[in-house]
């Protein structure tokens, strides 16, 4: 019975696609670049849902400073909006004064947050509007895991900021 295989334990002998002569069909003959269409295919669907699916749609974490001696620290937790088009976040955000001035302890502002992130990579933007008090800054940028700028508010423009996202 072992007389009767094939190279390899095969009960065929396996054959290269150089081994086929031009024209030859069967049911064994196959281009090889037919199988390698599909999965090119899989692979290229597969990657555009992953490069394409929303990246902000869970909860992120913004820390960072604010003023011209980097006197306010910033906290923020901002949760996707649903509702909203596809980027924003809202949450929200509180303001303490670091700064040496504070002579009865730090000053707190609490507020919200709202922001939208567009784009994808080296071209991706933050559009943030921060709100305490009677006070509405906002800030535009290009955006990363860190984001450096300054931001306009209603009662003074050009505040330097600085902003971590988690």
Not at 9 to 26: H, M, N, V
Not at 41 to 61: G, N, Y
Not at 135 to 164: E, F, H, N, R, V
Request: charged share 20%; glycine share 12%.
């Amino acid at each position: 019975m072992s007389g009767s295989l094939a190279a390899g334990g095969f009960p065929f002998k396996p054959r290269l696609a150089g081994d086929f002569e031009s024209g030859e069909t069967g049911p064994g003959r196959r281009h090889c670049h037919s199988l390698y269409v599909p999965m090119k295919s899989a692979l290229a669907a597969a990657l555009f849902a992953i490069v394409c699916a929303p990246a902000q749609a869970r909860t992120l974490q913004i820390v960072g400073t604010a003023g011209y001696l980097s006197e306010w620290e910033i906290k923020a937790s901002a949760d996707p909006e649903l509702s909203e088009a596809a980027g924003e976040h809202r949450g929200p955000i509180s303001w303490k004064h670091v700064g040496l001035c504070a002579a009865n302890g730090p000053v707190e502002k609490s507020g919200n947050i709202k922001f939208r992130i567009s784009g994808w990579g080296p071209f991706s933007r933050i559009d943030a509007t921060m709100s305490f008090d009677q006070t509405q800054c906002t800030y535009s940028g290009s955006y990363a895991a860190q984001t450096k700028g300054t931001m306009d508010c209603s009662d003074a423009k050009g505040i330097p900021i600085t902003l971590t996202i988690k």
